[in-house]
């Protein structure tokens, strides 16, 4: 019986690109796998030859899930639409279970998070936590890293991070002007993201579910906390 071999990477990538550019001269195709902390790849094409480079995570994806990537990858190098399905495909294999715990243990492994201490110049996140705690959660939800971010981002107001198990909030929050009750919001809500984990079906993630969303709505002057957030 004839065993066959999954195609290397460069085979495959390198069809795919024949198939996107048939009158175009072939490349040089090298991939090259690095020790990244997320599922990331790129791809470049100069002085004749098609460089690309993705995480060592992906290293044993299946032969389908590859070409999806190169089809990815590669539409997006020619500024194609990138196929629907190639796109399906590629999703559906990163939030497979055993894919996604893989991943976030390099995360935690390799990624370096940057967390500040949770003593602001104006308030501090681990005494706020526990004050939320008791008010929402019956005072049982087990303290993760908190810390002021290094930056003062208004795009991004807080995250959790699951790999580390961090609830990070912006630096631009600690201030005399921002109002306590702005800052507990955000707090809380990055709080329900320990309590409500986003869910994966397929390749659709919902980061934000319906109970979430319910939950969210059990803050106290909820919608005055959001308005406050949009004077920031």
Known sequence: M???????????????FREMRPRTPMPVVRVQ???????NAQIRLEDGALDIRMADTLA???????EALAEILL????????????????????????VRRSLDLV???????????PQGHCYNLEEMFEELNFR???????????GWSPNASRTMLGHYDPPHNAIVLSRI?????????????VLFH??????YPAEHEGARRCVHTKAFKEAEKQFDRFREAKALLRLL
């Open 2 to 16: 004839e065993v066959q071999t999954a195609a290397a990477p460069e085979h495959i990538f390198a069809r795919v």
């Open 33 to 39: 796998f690095r020790r990244y902390a997320s599922a």
């Open 60 to 66: 044993e994806a299946p032969e389908t899930v590859m």
């Open 75 to 98: 539409s997006k190098l020619f500024r194609r639409p990138v196929p629907a399905v190639s796109n399906d495909r590629y999703r559906r294999y990163l939030n497979r279970r055993d």
């Open 107 to 117: 995360r935690q492994i390799r990624g370096r998070k940057r967390v500040e201490h």
């Open 136 to 146: 929402y959660f019956h005072g049982l939800m087990a303290r993760p890293i908190l």
């Open 173 to 185: 929050l600690d201030r005399p002007e921002t109002p306590r009750l702005a800052v507990e919001y």
């Open 190 to 195: 990055e709080m329900l993201h320990l309590r």
